[in-house]
Every structure is written in C-alpha cells, then in structure tokens.
C-alpha cells in the first residue's frame, strides 16, 4: 500500500508485466501528486479496474494472454469501467498499432521510452475531462432524483384529490363501505394477471376508486331508495356515468383521464347490452372492461338494500356460468379468463378489506 490516500487523489491504475515499467509509471505520477495502483497483466487489471474504480488507466499493449488491445475493448464493454479513461502505453510506433489502440476505445497512447512532459499532460487532461465527466454524472443524477421526488409529490397530490373526491361519494352512498378500496385492488391483480403494461397497473389501482363519483349528483330520495327503482328512477341513477366522467374530465393527470374514461363506459358489457351508450366489444375502453367485471363480484358479495350478500363461490359461479340478470357474455372474455384465474386473490382480497 502506498502512502497517498485515494479519497483525496487521483487514482492511476498502472497495467505492465514489466515490473520496473510499473516502477518508472509510480514514482513519475506520485511526483506529480496521484496515486497508484498497479497491474501485471489484463485479466488482473479488469478485477482491480471493476472493483477499485480508478480515474485513469495506463495500459501496456505488448502483454501476455491477454494484449492491451483486448483489454481496453473489455473494459469499454463493462458498464462499470467504460467512463475510466485510457492512455495505450506502446513501444510500437506505427501509425496502424496506434490506430487500433484508438478504435479499441483507448483516449490517448504514449510511446515507450516515456517522456516525462509528455506524460505529465496527456494525464492531467485526461484526469481534468473525467473529474467534468463525473460532475456532469452527478449533477444529472441529482437532477433525475429532483424528478422523481417532484414526480412522487405529485402523484401524491393526484391520490389526495382522488380520495377526497371518493370520500365525498361515500357519504352519499353509505351503503359502499370498503368498496371502492377492495376495487383498486381488485383491479391491480388483473392488470397484473394479463401482463399489461407496468404503468397501467399503478394508474388502475388509482383510477378505479372514482368509477362511481357521478353519484354525488344523483339525488338521496334515488340513490338511497331501500326499494327497487321505477323506470325513471333508474333512468336518473344511470346517468352517474355520464355525471362521474363529465366531473372528471376537466383533469389532466392520467389517473382522472384514466378515471373519466372508467366511469362514464363500466357499466358497458361486451355483448353491448349495457350503458350508458350501448357500445360493445372492444370499442370499451380496456379499463372500464376491467373494472366491470370487479364491480360485479364486489356488488355480488356485498349486502344492498335489495339483496343480502353471496359467497365468494356462488358469485364466481354467477359471474362464470350466469344466472339471468348476470351472463357471462357480459364480459371480456380475455378479462373473464383472468377474473377465473385469480379468484382465489379476490375472495383474500375482500376478507382482508371487508365492511365493517
């Protein structure tokens, strides 16, 4: 071990198998204030390189097993030692050895016998456009992680304004309990379960709670009937959809566009016989076509005024095999297929969350 302390000098790795090569290159960088660290041959100098991380490397061509060539094309192949810069350290003065040490990915070479001067400022320059390289690197890094706070601050105040727009529905509609928090749930395994993209199972968990927002305009003596709806009255209750995506679609954050388009198409059915617009097929957006099928079964295992609540079985049943008012070609049959998969996740899902 030397006496200069890395932390506080620029560290120069020396690769030769000539030990009074390695010699001369010490003492002329320790006179000019670096440390050192030294090699005898490639493969040794691709461990101390990854492991060490040294601002700068001196590296011999003419070497055994492994030539100098092959060695800087290694290390300009690793990720973690690609940014070290190089400086080829040759007896041979051809101009084609030279430029293959360039094509290799080396910086800069030196010809043997070495010139002081010579080296003193091809390895100050190198050292001074790596210290600006890892500044650039760092002040980017703090940058990217200045994004990511703003971003998760964000995206914070975008789950903030969802639930209290959430809470607001609940208190209409007392009678939903945990539904919406089971919902987000529900959803996230499907998207997960179908191998959709990554982002759209966060945006999903946080969108589907606001399917029913529309209900803050429907009026108590409907939406809070004991009884079954007339005709009118159900007229009024279904234009939630349409009320939940008109109050949402003013928002610009993916998780209230996300969220508009839940709420105005998850009463919409595959076979096209729901609403509020009939549509069918894949014309309903993927979301809403996921969140349908969660709002049945939480509608179906949880108690209403007009129907007391069924077991986690019989609602995989009707859902699966229909019993006149819920048909399986309601659904997608992509998302049917994943509902049936994870159904297991559902029933641990709405115990784990269950009204209280």
């Known amino acids: 071990m030397n006496a200069f302390d890395p932390r506080k000098l620029a560290v120069v790795l020396v690769v030769d198998d000539e030990e009074r090569n390695v010699k001369l290159l010490e003492t002329l960088l320790h006179a000019d204030g670096h440390a050192t660290l030294a090699a005898r041959n490639g493969n040794e100098a691709l461990a101390i390189a990854a492991a060490e991380k040294p601002d700068l490397i001196l590296l011999d ?4 097993d492994m030539d100098g060539f092959e060695t800087v094309e290694r290390l300009k192949a690793d990720p973690g030692t690609r940014q070290v810069p190089v ?40 050292l001074r456009l790596k210290e600006y390289g890892d500044l650039l690197a760092n002040h980017n890094l703090l940058l990217e992680q200045e994004v990511r706070e703003r971003t998760a601050q964000l995206e914070e105040a975008y789950r903030d304004t969802v639930f209290t727009l959430v809470r607001a529905a609940e208190h209409k ?40 927002i529309g209900k803050i305009g429907i009026p108590d003596h409907v939406l809070l009937k004991p009884g079954g709806f007339t005709p009118e009255e159900w007229g009024i209750m279904k234009t939630h959809c349409t009320l939940g995506a008109s ?7 993916p998780y209230t566009r996300m969220g508009a388009e839940i709420a105005l198409n998850h009463h919409e059915r595959w076979d096209g016989g729901g609403y509020p617009n009939g549509i069918c097929g894949e014309a309903i957006p993927l979301a809403a076509r996921i969140m349908q099928i969660c709002d049945v079964y939480d509608a179906l295992r949880s108690r209403r005024p007009y129907k007391p609540p069924f077991a986690h079985e019989r609602c995989v049943e009707i859902i699966t095999q229909g019993d006149g008012r819920t048909q399986p070609g309601h659904f997608d049959p992509a998302v049917l297929t994943s509902f049936t998969a994870q159904a297991d996740r559902f029933a641990a899902i709405y115990d784990q969350h269950a009204d209280g």
């Open 173 to 212: 509609d007392e009678e939903t309990g945990h539904h919406v928090r089971r919902i987000s749930h529900y959803c996230r395994v499907l998207a997960e379960a179908m191998d959709l993209p990554v982002e759209l199972h966060d945006a999903i968990y946080n969108a589907s709670p606001m399917h029913d």
């Open 61 to 64: 061509v003419m070497m055994p």
């Open 87 to 126: 400086i080829m350290v040759t007896a041979l003065d051809d101009r084609e050895s030279k430029l293959r040490a360039l094509e290799a990915g080396a910086e800069e070479f030196l010809s043997k016998p070495i010139d002081r001067a010579d080296l003193t400022v091809r390895v100050r320059n190198l």
């Open 247 to 253: 109050i949402l679609a003013s928002g610009t954050s």
